[in-house]
């Protein structure tokens, strides 16, 4: 099974084109997904090997790119994304259905993630060059570009700078975009320290983008 499960090629961490900008109002997670979601984690129980793989499919770039934000490596957080869905199948028995088959995957990645920092000792590195903005189109000149990649780089690094706890929560929010509910059955706590975190995360990343204009119509949802 562990073999089949990672049978895929999984895409490189999202774009900053491929993400929710920034003050966009946040849509809470379609219900169609989460009852899809539930019927093949029932089949996946069941020992259909198949239904699991449809979500490893469904959720692989995710869990990729939670662990990248932790690792800032693109081989460690391969390693660490691969290691998730193991134990997510193994401990797929354990799933109630309390909360969405995506949050709980998503409090597995992240658990795993800081155990393996904690292990490993590591530190969040500045901007890694793995993490680019979007690609140039054919009707952008040369100069906005070249806008384009400073402004993504200050992102990224802005981002980078946040407590873990901190960063989890805007990540959690602007990337992957969690509701508020998700994100406390990830992060394993109340919705009003959620919105605290968040809170203080955003925060942050004004008075460190502020000075270079980045942050201008952002509004809070």
Known sequence: MEDRVFSY????????????PL??????????????DLELTAKARQGDTGAFEDLVRRYRNEVYALCF???????????????????????????????????WLMRIAANHSKDHLKKRRLQVTAYDD?????????????????EANEIGRAIEAAVGQLPPKLQLAFI?????????QE???????????????????????????????????????
Not at 192 to 214: D, E
């Open 23 to 36: 003050g966009i109002p946040m849509t809470e997670t379609a219900n169609k997904t989460a009852i899809e």
């Open 130 to 146: 793995a993490l680019q903005v979007p690609e140039t189109r054919s009707h952008q000149n040369p100069r906005g570009q070249a």
């Open 69 to 103: 934000y932790f690792t800032r490596n693109r081989e460690d957080a391969w390693d660490l994304s691969q290691e998730v869905f193991i134990k997510a199948w193994r401990a797929l028995s354990r799933f109630r259905g309390d909360s969405s088959f995506k949050t």
């Open 172 to 180: 959690l929010r602007e990337y992957q975009g969690l509701s508020y």
């Open 183 to 221: 994100m406390a059955e990830v992060m394993e706590c109340n919705v009003g320290t959620v919105m605290s975190r968040l809170f203080n995360a955003r925060r942050r990343l004004q008075k460190i983008l502020a000075p270079l204009g980045l942050l201008e119509g952002y509004t809070h949802d």
């Open 9 to 20: 090629s999984i895409a490189a961490c999202p774009t900053l084109a491929d993400r929710r």
